[in-house]
């Protein structure tokens, strides 16, 4: 089965600086690569997703890269705001005839120090 | 916008007691998912259905947990004898099909005592 990897596992940074968490997959047919994000005591929600048809994609101060030569993906976030406090899960998946789930990583605790 | 609901919220109860949790998905989403997520860990699945049908439960301890979803609409998941290491949130998520991200609801937070 797939299996994801995803570092670093806690992360601070300054208020204004960017972040990057990088994630790892080992399946080569997963096509899908969402990313979550969980507050504390919340449900984990879906702050942007990317395809295997795609290297980038942007959404305002977000962004995830996908290199699937190398089978990694990264999320981006920059100009980093105290409310980006949370921590952040990657997960991947193939999406096609069958059974379709996600594989989560064990995710990335990140503080923004204002 | 549409959401997943989960109840209970919170749950408290003595090792080898019995437990249910209910989850009704978004409405329209054929495929509803049980994870299970241990503090400062990722989500793990432990059940998938589509419709009313198991798709995936390789991850589900049979021995102790069952999930149903009969009329292919909202489902429970069930525990019984609670053991203390069942102590997690039970998420449970649906999605539209293949190729989108799940929506979850806001989990069962369990503890065992």
């Known amino acids: 089965g797939e299996n994801v990897e995803q570092h670093p596992s806690t992360l601070s940074v300054q208020e204004g600086d960017s972040a990057v968490i990088k994630c790892t997959y080992s399946d080569s047919a997963s096509n899908y690569f969402p990313w979550y994000k969980q507050e504390l005591g919340k449900r984990p929600q879906l702050i942007i997703d990317i395809r295997s048809n795609v290297g980038e994609k942007k959404d305002q101060r977000i962004a995830v890269t996908l290199n699937k030569t190398a089978k990694h993906f990264s999320l981006h976030i920059t100009e980093t705001q105290p409310e980006d406090s949370a921590v952040y899960f990657c997960?991947?998946?193939?999406?096609?005839?069958?059974?379709?789930?996600?594989?989560f990583g064990k995710g990335t605790k990140l503080s923004v120090i204002p | 916008e549409a959401e997943v609901a989960q109840s209970p919220r919170y749950k408290i109860t003595e090792k080898s007691q019995a437990v249910a949790f209910w989850c009704d998905p978004i409405?329209?989403?054929?495929?509803l998912y049980w994870y299970r997520q241990i503090l400062g860990q990722g989500p793990e699945l432990l059940v998938q259905?589509?419709?009313?049908?198991?798709?995936?439960d390789s991850q589900l301890p049979k021995d102790r947990f069952s999930a149903e979803r009969l009329k292919g609409v909202d489902s429970t998941l069930k525990i019984q004898p609670a053991e203390l290491g069942d102590s997690a949130m039970y998420l449970c998520?649906?999605?539209?099909?293949?190729?989108?991200?799940?929506?979850f609801g806001s989990g069962t937070r369990l503890t065992v005592v």
């Open positions: 409405s329209g989403h054929a495929t």
């Open positions: 997960a991947a998946s193939f999406s096609g005839a069958g059974s379709y789930q996600l594989t």
């Open positions: 259905f589509q419709d009313e049908s198991v798709v995936d």
């Open positions: 998520a649906s999605s539209p099909g293949t190729g989108y991200g799940y929506t």
